[in-house]
T-cell receptor, first 111, second 115 residues
Framework: QKEVEQNSGPLSVPEGAIASLNCTYS??????FFWYRQYSGKSPELIMS????GDKEDGRFTAQLNKASQYVSLLIRDSQPSDSATYLC???????????FGTGTKLQVIP | EAGVAQSPRYKIIEKRQSVAFWCNPI?????LYWYQQILGQGPKLLIQ????????DSQLPKDRFSAERLKGVDSTLKIQPAKLEDSAVYLC?????????????FGPGTRLTVT
């Protein structure tokens, strides 16, 4: 079992739709959860952090966390072509914050 | 606030040659990370420093890779000798403890091609 599992995609959604990106993780010691966006040829960019169960909203982005199910998701509302990128899920343990990255889900927003 | 700086941005070497990458973290960030990202995969942690000390180097191929962080600021990652499978992007990231939480910020990366 991989430590962090994401569907590699591509996930194709029409412009204006909601994109839903999912991630499961195996380490029950994970306490912090991060979503990074990575454009082709660029480095990862932090877009969301979530630390407790429930939802966290930031603009068009909503992160959802369920530690009991070891599941975290990212919703992107009103998807734009500029959202087309690979989204990396990254759970982290407490302490010195060792982060483990998933392989990412490639999102394509079709105009 | 300036971001994480890395150099060089690109490097092409032949196998068995050596190469070094440099990273300057965000000012005040005590934790520094080096990752290797192979095309189509997520970043893989090579080594994590907390100030001058190594926190985790369990995935660093120590027979060929080395890293140091002198004075708790800049860091250098070296590969000697390089193999074809070392072709990847090498990412440096840094973080600091803020209200008990850490958030990592990445530099632009160094794309290494080994021929």
């Amino acid at each position: 079992q991989k430590e962090v599992e994401q569907n590699s995609g591509p996930l194709s959604v029409p412009e204006g739709a909601i994109a839903s990106l999912n991630c499961t993780y195996s380490d029950r010691g994970s306490q912090s959860f991060f979503w990074y966006r990575q454009y082709s040829g660029k480095s990862p960019e932090l877009i969301m952090s979530i630390y407790s169960n429930g939802d966290k909203e930031d603009g068009r982005f909503t992160a959802q966390l369920n530690k009991a199910s070891q599941y975290v998701s990212l919703l992107i509302r009103d998807s734009q072509p500029s959202d087309s990128a690979t989204y990396l899920c990254a759970p982290a343990r407490e302490g010195y914050q060792k982060v483990t990255f998933g392989t990412g889900t490639k999102l394509q927003v079709i105009p | 606030e300036a971001g994480v700086a890395q150099s060089p941005r690109y490097k092409i070497i032949e196998k068995r040659q050596s190469v070094a990458f440099w990273c300057n973290p965000i000012s005040g960030h005590a934790t520094l990370y080096w990752y290797q990202q192979i095309l189509g995969q997520g970043p893989k942690l090579l080594i994590q420093f907390q100030n001058n000390g190594v926190v985790d180097d369990s995935q660093l191929p120590k027979d060929r890779f080395s890293a140091e962080r002198l004075k708790g600021v800049d860091s250098t990652l070296k590969i000697q000798p390089a193999k074809l499978e070392d072709s990847a992007v090498y990412l440096c990231a840094s973080s600091r403890r803020d209200r008990g939480k850490y958030e990592q910020y990445f530099g632009p990366g160094t794309r290494l091609t080994v021929t």
